[in-house]
């Protein structure tokens, strides 16, 4: 089954916060719209989608309540990640005999999100996900605008909100400078301790995925 980079498994596997993080986001969703028949998610910027892959199992293994359907609507501008996701999350759903289904939305901007896009059905309960996300509007008023108007007019029965307790967008540079810094190399620092100097996995989260974010 294809299924997100090696390089991230291996992060989630070893680093304990990114676990503490998946645990408590997929058990805030079970506590609060886990007895639903239906379960529309709603995920801004989906990132590697393997979040998903714990609530899948989680439904599948259901026996209180009689579940029915589960659908993943991913938010994003970038169409080729969010069907890799696709594709191996209906996999996974398959070989569980969990009923799934995945929409892409594909935007050229995240301030073009509109509520019509998600195609919502009223037998559904409805939640929306933003993991890492909103922090990257703060420069762009006018985007998060939208964006939080748009889950507004959602009505979702839950959001699960996760960031960095960091002021990375201080007006100051040399102050979101020294945030960054500190923040960056307290991460590197967790991958010296929780992963071997060479391994090929660390190397490329290091000069891939951090380096983006930096």
Known sequence: MIG??????????????????????????????????????????????IQWSALIQALAVRVAYPFEHLKISAVGTSSENIMKIRKW????????????????VVVSD?????????????????????????????ARPDCLENVMKVIKNLN????IVT????????????????KVLFHYSALFDCLDMYMDRNDANKMLVEDNFFSLGI
Not at 89 to 104: M, R, Y
């Open 156 to 159: 979702p029965s839950i959001m």
């Open 89 to 104: 999350l209906v996999s996974f759903a398959k070989t569980l005999n969990l009923p799934f289904s995945f929409k892409a």
């Open 110 to 138: 995240m301030k073009d999100i509109k509520e019509d896009l998600f195609e919502l059905d009223a037998e559904e309960v409805v939640g929306v996900y933003a993991q890492l996300t909103l922090r990257t509007m703060l």
């Open 4 to 49: 997100p980079h090696p390089a991230h498994l291996a992060c989630l596997e070893r680093l304990p916060f990114s676990q503490i993080v998946q645990f408590t986001e997929i058990q805030a969703i079970l506590d609060n719209v886990g007895s639903a028949k239906k379960i529309h998610m709603i995920d801004l910027e989906p990132g590697i989608g």
């Open 163 to 178: 960031e960095v307790e960091v002021k990375h967008n201080s007006p100051s540079f040399i102050n979101r400078f020294t």
